[in-house]
């Protein structure tokens, strides 16, 4: 039961390098987001997913891409790394109420344990 | 712009002590809060979600409520153990745009709760 995974946990970069977090989730859920968490800003939505081949912006998308290829996977990208992306991020994933039935676990987030990024 | 206060910002107390902790929100249109813990260096689980249409759940020694038309949340702990020494915050969702169960999801700042022995 590995829920969600992620992939690196720590990674440095040099300002300008690109590089992509990989996130993977075995329990077939249609939404997948990707969140920052840095010091007295809480978690920020960055893009996420209501289903594969679909992404949309989150809060503070600016300086990501990302893809939802297969329904498991929901990548990060990072084209020109900037110091002001030196953050904590996470993956999470749920599954959506079905118009008016609601089912237990339905919008519960399931999240990662984090990708450490430090920019240089 | 819908934001989410969490009272207070950190909390210490003996073991054994019942607490509350303290979630707000200024937009009422909400489509469900939920409760999450944090550990440090950890990801974020998922502790208690009530939907808009419930005033309470519960989880063994954990209580929350909502008052959705006074845009507070509490979440009640019983008999703290160090074991609860953590993050706690809580987030609401929005209603999405056609009826959909996707809105916004916004986190507060959380509280940083410590048990002593």
């Known amino acids: 039961n590995a829920g969600v995974t992620q992939t690196p946990k720590f990674r440095v970069l040099k300002t300008g390098q690109s590089m992509t977090l990989l996130c993977a989730q075995d329990?077939?859920?249609?939404?997948m987001y990707w969140y920052r968490q840095d010091p007295g800003m809480g978690l920020r939505l960055i893009h996420y997913?209501?289903?594969?081949?679909?992404?949309a912006k989150g809060e503070v998308p600016d300086g990501y891409n990302v893809s939802r290829l297969k329904k498991q996977n929901f990548l990060l990208g990072l084209e020109s790394a900037a110091p002001s992306q030196t953050s904590v991020y996470f993956c999470?994933?749920?599954?959506?109420?079905?118009?008016?039935?609601?089912?237990?676990?339905?919008?519960?987030?399931?999240f990662g344990a984090g990708s450490r990024l430090t920019v240089l | 712009k819908q934001e989410v206060t969490q009272i207070p910002a950190a909390l210490s107390v003996p073991e054994g002590e019942n607490l509350v902790l303290n979630c707000s929100f200024t937009?009422?249109?909400?489509?469900?809060l939920q409760w999450f813990r944090q550990d440090p260096g950890k990801g974020l689980t998922s502790l208690l979600l009530?939907?808009?249409?419930?005033r309470e759940q519960t989880s063994g020694r954990l209580n929350a409520s909502l008052d959705k038309s006074s845009g507070r949340s509490t979440l009640y702990i019983a008999a703290s153990q160090p074991g609860d020494s953590a993050t706690y915050l809580c987030?609401?969702?929005?209603?999405?745009?056609?009826?959909?169960?996707?809105?916004?999801?916004?986190f507060g700042q959380g509280t940083i709760l410590t048990v002593h022995p």
């Open positions: 329990m077939n859920h249609e939404y």
């Open positions: 009530i939907q808009s249409s419930q």
């Open positions: 937009d009422s249109a909400i489509y469900n």
């Open positions: 997913s209501v289903g594969e081949g679909t992404t």
């Open positions: 987030a609401v969702r929005g209603s999405g745009a056609g009826g959909t169960s996707y809105g916004k999801l916004t």
């Open positions: 999470a994933s749920s599954y959506p109420t079905r118009g008016a039935v609601t089912f237990s676990g339905a919008n519960v987030l399931t």
